[in-house]
């Protein structure tokens, strides 16, 4: 089957020879990243995983975002007890250790958790109107999927500090020149780019690419599993807050938040 089905995402294993393709597909919601999608996308990925005819993923969204976060709607409700039961992490800890390279073919909103999906990937291509950020200090939490983390080792610390504090995007353009992606190209070339490093990519050797990037990433990640753990119990905290309530409450009714530090 070359088109598996699945609800918010669409998956082709053969988009070219060794390179497939998974499109996050909730357009209407900016592919928001709910509880579903993201255990579609673990699915997939660990299929893909297995797939030998496969060499290289290319993870996208369309044109106006790759992803503009973590699905508020899903989550305004909860609080820290309910999230540490639902344990999201664990489906975004198996994306992590995919053994393939994975791809980010990103447009429009990289936001929140779809920033930190983008990060989790290997490398990511980007087109001109991309834009990065994690808005989650607005909505009264903060990054809870490695934002903190990955963020701070891509661009450094006092980037990093201010997009976190004040939630700021930053353009494709700002995020190639602090080495947050790989390239930047036209708004129409974005996934075509992805998919000729794809390509250079899937002419090598399986193994020797597989054995590559697990030593890449262990030289990221030395020291990120405290960090991710310490980032995680944060994350939940915030929704012990009233401050979380009311800011998710504010971006669902398209108000202004009103936070008293509670
Ligand atoms: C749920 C979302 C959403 C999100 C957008 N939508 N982002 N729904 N969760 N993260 C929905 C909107 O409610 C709206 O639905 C539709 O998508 C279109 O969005 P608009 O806001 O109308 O579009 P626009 O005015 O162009 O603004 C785009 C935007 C804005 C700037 C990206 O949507 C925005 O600020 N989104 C939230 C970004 C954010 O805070 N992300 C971090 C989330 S927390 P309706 O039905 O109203 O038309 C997070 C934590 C991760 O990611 C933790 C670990 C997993």
């Not at 899937?202 to 030289?219: D, F, Y």
Request: aromatic share 6%; net charge neutral.
């Amino acid at each position: 089957m070359t088109h598996m089905e699945y609800q918010f995402i669409l998956v082709e294993p053969a988009f070219q020879k060794h390179i497939a393709l998974i499109r996050l597909n909730r357009p209407k919601e900016l592919n928001a990243l709910n509880l579903q999608l993201m255990l579609e996308l673990k699915q997939a990925l660990a299929n893909l995983d297995q797939n030998e005819e496969v060499r290289c993923i290319i993870i996208t969204g369309n044109e106006q975002a790759f992803a503009a976060g973590a699905d508020i709607k899903q989550m305004e409700s909860k609080n820290s007890i309910d999230l540490l039961k639902i344990d999201q992490f664990e489906t975004w800890d198996q994306i992590r250790k995919t053994k393939k390279p994975i791809i980010a073919a990103v447009s429009g909103f990289a936001l929140g958790g779809g920033c930190e999906l983008a990060m989790t990937c290997d490398m990511i291509i980007a087109s001109e109107s991309a834009k990065f950020g994690q808005p989650e200090i607005k909505i009264g939490i903060m990054p809870g999927a490695g934002g903190t983390q990955r963020l701070t080792r891509a661009v450094g610390k006092a980037m990093a500090m201010e997009m976190v504090l004040t939630g700021k995007f930053i353009g494709a353009e700002e995020a190639k020149n602090r080495g947050l992606i790989n390239k930047v190209v036209p708004d129409e070339l974005y996934l075509d780019e992805a998919v000729k490093l794809a390509k250079e990519i899937a002419q090598m050797s399986p193994v020797a690419i597989q054995l590559a990037k697990e030593s890449v990433l262990k030289a990221f990640e030395s020291g990120l599993q405290e960090g991710l753990y310490f980032e995680r119990k944060n994350f939940y905290l915030t929704f012990a807050s009233e401050d979380q309530k009311e800011g998710m409450n504010a971006f669902v009714e398209k108000r202004k938040p009103n936070f008293k530090g509670n």
